[in-house]
């Protein structure tokens, strides 16, 4: 028989694997580490041009390094913004990945975002801390 912390482990996944995650194309990178988590992950082709991304992402999340292209068309397209301008990036792919897939992780489960109405900005920290907005 599972134990509780088990089942609830379980049940964040199974949460995850509906939540689609739109990645920025000079984010790919993290695409492995991110479905690894449980998230369904959408990549856009290189050379798509940002009003072509927002239309594409509705009731989606987009995960940026250049938040400030999205926020202001979130709420007329209908979907969130992870903001990770401020996650430092380490030069290595593996742990670029996972330490910042580890942080996103962590930053999506812990502010419940998946189960939040209306538009927000998750803006995560290179610390692993995180800023969730409102969008008005």
Do not use: W
């Amino acid at each position: 028989m599972k134990s509780l912390s088990e089942f609830q482990d379980v049940m964040e996944l199974a949460k995850r694997s509906h939540y689609t995650i739109v990645l920025d194309e000079n984010l790919k990178v993290l695409e492995a580490g991110l479905e690894d988590e449980g998230y369904k992950v959408i990549v856009f082709p290189p050379g798509m041009k940002d009003p072509d991304i927002k239309k594409l992402s509705r009731g989606d999340t987009i995960l940026t390094a250049s938040s400030k292209d999205f926020v202001g068309d979130a709420l007329h397209f209908d979907y969130d913004v992870i903001a990770v301008e401020n996650v430092k990036f380490i030069d290595t792919k593996q742990d670029r990945t996972n330490q910042t897939v580890v942080k996103i992780a962590k930053a999506l489960t812990r502010s419940e975002l998946a189960s939040l109405k209306g538009n927000f900005v998750l803006t995560i920290h290179d610390d692993g801390s995180f800023h969730l907005r409102q969008l008005p």
